[in-house]
């Protein structure tokens, strides 16, 4: 089970983290992705990472501004988001994939996990 939370609103160029809390003992075998949808439009991949770290991928809409993380320990995945726009706004959702080996996913059916979703609202 998955737990997001950090969302919020927030002026144009301000910063957020988001937070995704997994349930179990075994998220070192998970990877991660954050993915958002825009009121009306698909769900997509903001950001993954591999079940242990070594690995990163940035849709190119994001990159330089956002950085996805994890810390194993706490069995949790984090997106930092710096410089937020407008077009930042959106749900985000956080998603986990078992058994994943030391690759990255950028699929939405590609992850069988799926957080609630959090808003992030960015102002201009």
């Known amino acids: ?22 349930s ?3 998220f070192s075998r998970y990877a991660a992705g954050w ?3 825009a009121s009306g ?3 997509d991949v903001v950001a993954a990472i591999s079940d242990r770290g070594g690995s990163t991928y ?11 993380s994890r810390d ?3 069995n949790t995945v984090y997106l930092q988001m710096n410089s937020l726009k407008p077009e930042d706004t ?5 998603a986990a994939r078992d ?15 799926w957080g609630q979703g959090t808003q992030v609202t960015v102002s201009s």
């Open 99 to 113: 058994y994943s080996g030391p690759y990255i996913y950028t699929g939405v059916r590609e992850y069988g996990y």
């Open 35 to 37: 993915f958002r949808q």
């Open 72 to 74: 194993n320990a706490k």
């Open 90 to 94: 959106a749900v985000y959702y956080c």
């Open 24 to 26: 179990g003992r075994t």
């Open 58 to 68: 940035y849709a190119d809409s994001v990159k330089g501004r956002f950085t996805i």
């Open 1 to 22: 089970q998955l737990q997001a939370s950090g969302g919020g609103l927030v002026q144009a160029g301000g910063s957020l983290r988001l937070s995704c809390a997994a």
């Open 41 to 43: 439009k698909e769900r």
